[in-house]
Structures are given as structure tokens and as C-alpha cells.
């Protein structure tokens, strides 16, 4: 039961940066053998946010049981056949990314593989390398890309120009975008997560005539979504005849036309402002294929507005179907493979980092 095969192309990966549980095996950096995630969406609906010290406890819960189920999924009985043990470091919480590497250790350590640890927003990365047990053979992102990453925590865009190398182009300057929909979302009195709530929101929009400022940032590849919350909030003030100061933090009673309307003029300044810095990176860039990975590139209507400017302009997109855009152990397989035949190694002193930057080249 122990040893591995340097050649199997089999990464167990074990990811715990945040609410999601997740155990995946993944072969040769690209398909899926299993991928289990058990969600914590539900737990933390009630707070309208995550709690860490409770994320942790319900990692704890829940890590030997996505372990073994991923573990049975993908036929293991005997660990001769996985190349090595993958696990998100950082970014994160602490208290969730101990779980996980703390599991990942042992997995290494009892069956003799090399642990190699990941960055979680490389993983959004490599999930648009990833395909489905049963799905048809595809051709690989091309070099040189553009990766737009947005979710709750970051949002940024990087070249590629092979793999593991990225250059930095921008990035958020306050708030990520999915920070702001959760937040906005809220304050509309929409369900956690906010993202999907307002996406669905505003597909009951009638007149779609709300107008919320966009921060292009001098024409820069830079984001600020700082200020649109700002906006969100005196147009709700507004539709309520009050303070802005006087709104209550756990939303709002509107007639849900107007949360309708609110939630499509927010939603539409943000997807337009992602996609028009995408497309214009991509096009500036001279890149042959745009990725785009996170939470909040399930967003249907932001995976519409680029994939259809991307074809106009000949370029090839590649977005994860939304289970994997959320966080998942799948795209921590994808991205540790890649490590893994590069030489990266972590020992038994490997530590949580919840801060952990992304390694880019700044802006040429």
C-alpha cells in the first residue's frame, strides 16, 4: 500500500481554503477520476457569510468521509498508482487550510508520495484544463493566454505564456467582485451567496434601465468595485426615500421589480467592466485562448459577454462548467500535476497561508 509510481499521472488533491470540503483524483493534469465536494452554502446562509471557526469544525467533520468517497469513485485500493498528494496552502482561511493540509500530510507520509502544495488561485487556473470522466477529448488551452480570475476573495488578470509562468497585468485595487455581490446582494435582502441570487435576480428585469457607474481606472487593466458598492447603496436609499447611513445591514423590503432592476444595473456594470478588460488584455496581448476561473465565473451573463467578444475577435475561451468554478479539490489536481512534474515538493513542515500571493512577473 505504499510507494508510487512516478509515471501514473494519478494526483490525489485535497482542497479546504474556505466553505467547501473537497477530495479529488485527477489524471495527468487534465481528467477527472473523481471529484467530491461537500458544500457548507447551507451552514453559513444563515450568518449571510462565512464563519471560520465554524468552516474549520465542518472540515473536520466532513474531510474523512469526501476522502473516502473520492477514494471509491476513483477505484483506489492501492495507492501504487497515485504519483503524489496534492493540497491547497493559501490563500484562505487558516483554520480551514490546516484541515486539509493536515490530512494531506498524513496521506503522504503513510503511503510514501511526495506532497506538493498548490496555490488555491492557480488551481482557478487549471480548472479550464479539466474535463469530465465521460467527456470528449479536447484541445488544451493554447499559448500565450489571458486568465481572468474573479471570485469572493480576488480578482485579477495574469498572462500566460506556458505553464506555471504569469505575468501580472491588474488587479483589484479594493473589493473583489464576488465580495461585492455578496455584499450587494444583502443588501437587496437576497439569499448567500450573492452572486447567484442576483444573477437570477435580474433575470426578471423588465426595463433594465438602472445605471450604475463603471471604474475603468484609467484605462488601465485594473478593478475597483469599492465604489459601485457605494452606488448600490444610495439607489436603494433611494428607491426607500431614506439615508443612505439608515439602511438596515441585513437588507432591505422592496417590491422585487425593484430589486429586479437593482440587481441587473449592478450586475451589468460588473460583467461589463470584467469583460471589456479581458477581451482588450486578449487582444492587446495577441493571445490565442482567454480563461476565465472562480466563483464568479458561473455567472452566466459574464461567461455570454466574453465568450461571444472573444469570437468576434477570433480568440478561443475556455471557461469550467460552474461546479468548476467553485472551489473544488479538481483544479487543485490540475495545478499540482504540473507542480508535481516540476519538482515542487513540500515537507513535513508545510504551513497554512492564508495570504499567499500568486508568484507574477509585474506589468511589463
Same mark, same amino acid.
Given at each position: 500500500?505504499?510507494?508510487?509510481?512516478?509515471?501514473?499521472?494519478?494526483?490525489?488533491?485535497?482542497?479546504?481554503?474556505?466553505?467547501?470540503?473537497?477530495?479529488?483524483?485527477?489524471?495527468?493534469?487534465?481528467?477527472?477520476?473523481?471529484?467530491?465536494?461537500?458544500?457548507?452554502?447551507?451552514?453559513?446562509?444563515?450568518?449571510?457569510?462565512?464563519?471560520?471557526?465554524?468552516?474549520?469544525?465542518?472540515?473536520?467533520?466532513?474531510?474523512?468521509?469526501?476522502?473516502?468517497?473520492?477514494?471509491?469513485?476513483?477505484?483506489?485500493?492501492?495507492?501504487?498508482?497515485?504519483?503524489?498528494?496534492?493540497?491547497?496552502?493559501?490563500?484562505?482561511?487558516?483554520?480551514?487550510?490546516?484541515?486539509?493540509?493536515?490530512?494531506?500530510?498524513?496521506?503522504?507520509?503513510?503511503?510514501?508520495?511526495?506532497?506538493?502544495?498548490?496555490?488555491?488561485?492557480?488551481?482557478?487556473?487549471?480548472?479550464?484544463?479539466?474535463?469530465?470522466?465521460?467527456?470528449?477529448?479536447?484541445?488544451?488551452?493554447?499559448?500565450? /493566454?489571458? $486568465?481572468?480570475?474573479? &471570485? =469572493?476573495?480576488? #480578482?485579477?488578470? @495574469?498572462?500566460?505564456?506556458?505553464?506555471?509562468?504569469?505575468? %501580472?497585468?491588474?488587479?483589484?485595487?479594493?473589493?473583489?467582485?464576488?465580495?461585492?455581490?455578496?455584499?450587494?446582494?444583502?443588501?437587496?435582502?437576497?439569499?448567500?451567496?450573492?452572486?447567484?441570487?442576483?444573477?437570477?435576480?435580474?433575470?426578471?428585469?423588465?426595463?433594465?434601465?438602472?445605471?450604475?457607474?463603471?471604474?475603468?481606472?484609467?484605462?488601465?487593466?485594473?478593478?475597483?468595485?469599492?465604489?459601485?458598492?457605494?452606488?448600490?447603496?444610495?439607489?436603494?436609499?433611494?428607491?426607500?426615500?431614506?439615508?443612505?447611513?439608515?439602511?438596515?445591514?441585513?437588507?432591505?423590503?422592496?417590491?422585487?421589480?425593484?430589486?429586479?432592476?437593482?440587481?441587473?444595473?449592478?450586475?451589468?456594470?460588473?460583467?461589463?467592466?470584467?469583460?471589456?478588460?479581458? /477581451?482588450? $488584455?486578449?487582444?492587446? &496581448? =495577441?493571445?490565442? #485562448?482567454?480563461? @476565465?476561473?472562480?466563483?464568479?465565473?458561473?455567472?452566466?451573463? %459574464?461567461?455570454?459577454?466574453?465568450?461571444?467578444?472573444?469570437?468576434?475577435?477570433?480568440?478561443?475561451?475556455?471557461?469550467?462548467?460552474?461546479?468548476?468554478?467553485?472551489?473544488?479539490?479538481?483544479?487543485?489536481?490540475?495545478?499540482?500535476?504540473?507542480?508535481?512534474?516540476?519538482?515542487?515538493?513540500?515537507?513535513?513542515?508545510?504551513?497554512?497561508?492564508?495570504?499567499?500571493?500568486?508568484?507574477?512577473?509585474?506589468?511589463?
Amino acid at each position: 500500500m505504499t510507494g508510487a509510481s512516478a509515471g501514473s499521472g494519478r494526483i490525489l488533491a485535497v482542497e479546504s481554503s474556505c466553505d467547501e470540503t473537497a477530495v479529488a483524483v485527477v489524471e495527468n493534469g487534465r481528467r477527472i477520476v473523481a471529484n467530491v465536494v461537500a458544500s457548507q452554502v447551507a451552514l453559513h446562509g444563515a450568518t449571510g457569510g462565512i464563519v471560520p471557526e465554524v468552516a474549520a469544525r465542518a472540515h473536520l467533520r466532513w474531510m474523512i468521509p469526501v476522502l473516502e468517497e473520492a477514494l471509491s469513485r476513483a477505484g483506489i485500493e492501492d495507492w501504487s498508482d497515485v504519483e503524489a498528494v496534492a493540497v491547497t496552502e493559501g490563500p484562505g482561511l487558516a483554520g480551514s487550510l490546516l484541515v486539509g493540509i493536515t490530512m494531506a500530510k498524513t496521506l503522504a507520509w503513510v503511503h510514501g508520495l511526495p506532497l506538493v502544495p498548490v496555490n488555491h488561485l492557480e488551481g482557478h487556473i487549471y480548472a479550464a484544463w479539466l474535463l469530465d470522466p465521460d467527456e470528449e477529448e479536447k484541445p488544451e488551452p493554447e499559448f500565450p /493566454l489571458i $486568465a481572468l480570475v474573479v &471570485s =469572493g476573495g480576488h #480578482t485579477f488578470l @495574469v498572462e500566460m505564456k506556458d505553464h506555471l509562468q504569469y505575468r %501580472l497585468l491588474g488587479q483589484t485595487v479594493d473589493d473583489a467582485a464576488g465580495e461585492a455581490f455578496d455584499k450587494v446582494g444583502r443588501l437587496l435582502g437576497l439569499p448567500y451567496p450573492g452572486g447567484p441570487a442576483i444573477m437570477h435576480a435580474a433575470e426578471g428585469a423588465q426595463h433594465r434601465d438602472r445605471a450604475f457607474p463603471r471604474a475603468w481606472m484609467n484605462d488601465t487593466f485594473d478593478f475597483s468595485f469599492s465604489g459601485l458598492k457605494t452606488a448600490a447603496r444610495r439607489e436603494v436609499a433611494l428607491e426607500l426615500g431614506v439615508e443612505p447611513n439608515a439602511l438596515a445591514v441585513n437588507g432591505v423590503s422592496l417590491p422585487d421589480s425593484s430589486v429586479a432592476e437593482l440587481a441587473y444595473g449592478f450586475q451589468d456594470s460588473v460583467v461589463d467592466v470584467l469583460s471589456s478588460k479581458t /477581451l482588450r $488584455a486578449a487582444e492587446e &496581448s =495577441g493571445a490565442r #485562448t482567454i480563461v @476565465v476561473g472562480g466563483g464568479v465565473a458561473a455567472n452566466s451573463v %459574464l461567461r455570454r459577454r466574453i465568450e461571444e467578444g472573444a469570437a468576434a475577435r477570433g480568440i478561443r475561451t475556455l471557461v469550467p462548467r460552474p461546479g468548476l468554478c467553485t472551489d473544488n479539490a479538481a483544479m487543485i489536481g490540475a495545478a499540482g500535476f504540473y507542480r508535481a512534474r516540476a519538482g515542487e515538493r513540500g515537507g513535513s513542515d508545510l504551513a497554512a497561508k492564508p495570504s499567499l500571493k500568486l508568484a507574477v512577473a509585474p506589468p511589463a
